[in-house]
């Protein structure tokens, strides 16, 4: 394989420039390639054994068979070209996974996979809150709450200062701390604050791109400059963003911003294998590859009680007791679900590719995989375009599918471009890959990912 490699400016994710909310839900499904696909919102990422089942029976009668998990620890059932958003709506609320359909875009809450039971309440408080708030359907499908760190980019966060069990919470915003903290009785309080201070200052954004006021209006023959003239989506995108934000919510909760700034959450590392608990029980966190979970794979898992999806697109079986370990590993591996950190998926993404979208120029998960390996390095997203969806959090290698082939793009820069692409056969589905792979593409991934 000829490879050419050149050094290139990082260009950020572009924002979405649409003032119309595109983010899938239950209810407001997505037009994909291969059919509507529905996005459940799972706070937190937990849902019971039950409820998986139900998503499977769905996925099987209606959909592909599969179950997809997204990079905020919910899940998407796609291809559902059996059923009707009416049906569909039953199902999920029979399930429990649809407690307020007119809430149901907005209950994105993040956090720990291994949270403790304070957190869980918290997580149980602030979704009631959330769905009893009529004003807060206004906001955007993509603005994230979390509870605790979590290794994703939040619009409001609340994390422990201090030793557990710790009495106070620092609440970021966008990632940062501007010193607003707030004793535990009080954070779904200052998270709702902080979301109801991002529309105020959303609204006054809008309408200050559309309709200026004349005082702020420049001389004639000034270039009038108002705004960006766009809509903000996240809370970073507000002219004075986290500052801004912050300020007002502390207005709210009558509170005073303090000068201990700087906190910087740690972050867990992606939970695999067998995973102590605070509570004395046990977890064992099993990579999903690639992200999507086959019926055969539901079946086993809807036998555990509590389960939780992660942002690495993981699984979690929860609340177990240590002498149900072995059992669950072995159960786990025999259906493909590793729960070791030498599994050749360990670290590796992907986003649906074809056949499930139209924009992709390849399939990327059949070329996904047939180039993997084992490597203890860096995450890997394959992508089947520059838009980049579900890429992760953090430093990774990122894998693109382009007219000339695949540019595989280090953290610093730096790009490979695979420029001798043999097409693939057509996979199972009928469709051919764009943008083939041979060996070379394996060794130059997995160069990229150990740099």
């Known amino acids: 394989m000829s490879v050419a490699l050149r050094r290139i400016r990082q260009v950020p994710l572009p924002i979405r420039r649409s003032e119309t909310d595109a983010c899938p839900g239950a209810l407001r499904l997505h037009q994909a390639a291969d059919g509507p696909l529905a996005r459940i919102r799972l706070p937190g990422g937990r849902l019971t054994g039950t409820q ?46 649809l407690p307020a359909p007119t809430h149901e875009t907005v209950r994105n809450i993040a956090a720990p996979p291994l949270a403790d039971a304070r957190t869980r309440a918290l997580i149980h408080d602030l979704d009631a809150a959330l769905c009893a708030d009529p004003e807060l359907t206004a906001l955007p499908g993509r603005f994230l709450f979390a509870i605790g760190p979590v290794p994703l980019a939040t619009d409001v966060a609340a994390v422990a200062v201090g030793a557990a069990p710790a009495d106070e919470f620092a609440i970021l915003f966008a990632g940062h701390d501007e010193g607003l903290r707030v004793p535990a009785d009080r954070v779904t309080a200052a998270l709702l604050a902080a979301a109801h201070a991002f529309l105020d200052a959303r609204a006054h954004h809008k309408s200050a791109i559309t309709t200026p006021d004349t005082a702020d209006r420049p001389a004639a023959g000034a270039t009038p400059v108002v705004g960006t003239g766009k809509l903000a989506w996240r809370l970073a995108e507000l002219p004075g963003g986290a500052r801004v934000i912050a300020e007002l919510t502390a207005a709210r909760l009558g509170a005073a911003l303090r000068d201990e700034q700087g906190l910087v959450p740690d972050y867990p590392a992606s939970p695999v294998g067998v995973l102590p608990q605070s509570d004395g029980l046990v977890a064992v966190g099993a990579i999903v590859p690639l992200g999507r979970l086959t019926g055969v794979q539901m079946k086993v898992l809807a036998e555990a009680d509590h389960l939780v999806m992660t942002p690495w697109r993981g699984v979690v079986v929860a609340d177990l007791p240590p002498s149900a370990v072995s059992a669950w590993q072995r159960r786990l591996a025999e259906a493909g679900l590793p729960t070791g950190p030498d599994s050749r998926w360990t670290g590796v993404t992907a986003c649906a590719g074809l056949p499930g979208c139209a924009k992709s120029r390849a399939d990327i998960r059949a070329d996904a995989l047939a180039a993997t390996r084992f490597v203890d390095g860096l995450p890997v997203h394959w992508l089947g375009c520059e838009r980049g969806c579900g890429s992760p959090a953090g430093p990774h290698v990122r894998v693109e599918a382009t007219p000339d082939g695949y540019a595989i793009t280090t953290p610093d820069g730096q790009v490979v471009v695979a420029t001798a692409i043999t097409p693939h056969p057509p996979t199972a589905a009928g469709h051919p890959s764009a943008a083939g792979f041979d060996a070379g593409l394996a060794d130059l991934v997995a160069a990229a990912r150990r740099s």
């Open 52 to 97: 998986l089942a139900a998503l499977a029976s769905i996925a099987a009668d209606s959909g592909d068979g599969s179950l997809e998990l997204t990079s905020r620890a919910n899940v998407q059932l796609r291809a559902l070209t059996r059923t009707n958003p009416t049906d569909l709506a039953a199902r999920l609320s029979a399930a429990g996974l």
